[in-house]
């Protein structure tokens, strides 16, 4: 990976509503998927499509999953204390930054309890998930092996942060390590699940693995959103890559 410091504005810019990869970020707008994806994002009626499934698959999953909400968040409480939710920055649509919720699965102040990661992983890992992770409490076991520990993003998804489906939203450190050819990811709005999630090798860290996320940039469609929808609910129930 390149090891130049990522600026987002240098990478990525929105001239008259199309977004388009700046010539020195890799040329990858010659591409004719992501010219594709340029006028898709330049299309209102497309762009309103997608965020209408968005705030209205995000408002009734909060609605129906409220009682879920609580109990998870007593059963952190009684645990390991506060705080009971997880609060991240991640690099967003166009390289903006926003702020990821989750359920806190790892223990508090992880930093100071001399509590480090698995043995031969380093503080900023390049797996996001061990199954050995010894900064894993008994609850976030539980949460991470079923992704309940995800359900606070629907209220990021509501908020227009994020969407249901999409790329995942990637550490900052770690994009500032991206190739230039790997910014396209962020051309379109991070997901909650992605055709990564549904394709993935789990021993195949997110930020290895950027040619599944461009081929959902490159060929996005609500009929994609909705056939990686029905997946992930497989990869749930089998609890595929979960930890």
């Known amino acids: 990976m390149s090891t130049s410091s990522y600026d987002p504005a240098r990478s990525i810019t929105r001239t008259d509503g199309r977004a ?3 010539m020195e ?3 990858t707008s010659s591409s004719p998927g992501l010219e594709r994806v340029a006028t898709v994002n330049a299309r209102s009626t497309a ?3 997608k965020r209408v499934f968005d705030i209205a698959v995000a ?3 909060l609605l129906l999953l409220s009682p879920l909400v609580a109990v998870v968040s007593l059963a952190i409480l009684l645990d390991t204390g506060r705080p009971i939710f997880f609060r991240q920055r991640r690099v967003g649509r166009y390289g903006g930054s926003f702020e990821i919720w989750k359920f806190r699965t790892m223990v508090a102040d992880r930093r100071r309890q001399n509590v480090g990661p698995p043995a031969g992983v380093p503080e900023r890992r390049r797996a996001h998930k061990s199954a050995s992770d010894p900064r894993l409490t008994r609850v976030g076991r539980f949460l991470r092996r079923t992704c309940v520990d995800e359900i606070p993003q629907f209220w990021n998804a ?3 942060d994020m969407s249901i489906v999409g790329p995942r939203p990637e550490l900052p450190d770690i994009v500032e390590k991206y190739e230039d050819w790997q ?4 051309l379109v709005t991070p997901g909650i699940t992605g055709w990564w999630q ?4 789990a021993r195949i860290p997110m930020h290895r693995a950027t040619q599944l996320d461009l081929y959902y940039v490159e ?8 056939v990686i929808l029905l997946r992930t609910a497989g990869v749930v129930l089998r609890g595929v890559g979960a930890f």
């Open 198 to 201: 549904v394709n993935r090798d």
């Open 158 to 160: 509501l908020r227009g």
């Open 20 to 22: 388009t990869l700046l």
């Open 47 to 49: 762009r309103t499509a």
């Open 183 to 186: 910014h396209a990811r962020h």
């Open 219 to 226: 060929h996005w469609s609500l009929w994609l959103d909705l």
């Open 25 to 27: 970020r890799g040329a």
């Open 59 to 61: 408002g009734v999953a």
